[in-house]
Nanobody, 122 residues
Framework: QVQLVESGGGLVQAGGSLRLSCAAS????????MGWFRQAPGKEREFVTA????????YYSGSVKGRFTISRDNAKNTVALQMNSLKPEDTAVYYC???????????????WGQGTQVTVSS
């Protein structure tokens, strides 16, 4: 069992940066791939990025590649999402999620946080 709690969301101007954190509880965290998804109002949840259990593999969606960076610290049971050069279209609720394998599909992820709001003003 893994429980996830996100933090770090907020309001930022376009071009600014935010760093999201996800704190995980549970002894199996280090064996899980971790991902971030987001959901904007009226839209479906979409994949943002994922990282393998050992940080050796990362995936990014085309819309955030080069601007966002995912990282993890297995010793601290945390996953971070550094978001730079933010755009108004990045506005969404961001969710941290855990999966037994790397994937871009939300169905692959077994554990989810409650989400944190990110709002980017123009």
């Amino acid at each position: 069992q893994v429980q996830l709690v996100e933090s770090g969301g907020g309001l930022v101007q376009a071009g600014g940066s935010l760093r999201l954190s996800c704190a995980a509880s549970g002894r199996t965290f280090s064996s899980y791939a971790m991902g971030w998804f987001r959901q904007a109002p009226g839209k479906e949840r979409e994949f943002v990025t994922a990282i393998s259990w050992d940080s050796n593999i990362t995936y990014y969606s085309g819309s955030v590649k080069g601007r966002f960076t995912i990282s993890r610290d297995n010793a601290k049971n945390t996953v971070a999402l550094q978001m730079n050069s933010l755009k108004p279209e990045d506005t969404a609720v961001y969710y941290c999620a855990g999966a037994p394998w790397m994937g871009r599909n939300s169905d692959d992820y077994h554990y989810w946080g409650q989400g944190t709001q990110v709002t980017v003003s123009s």
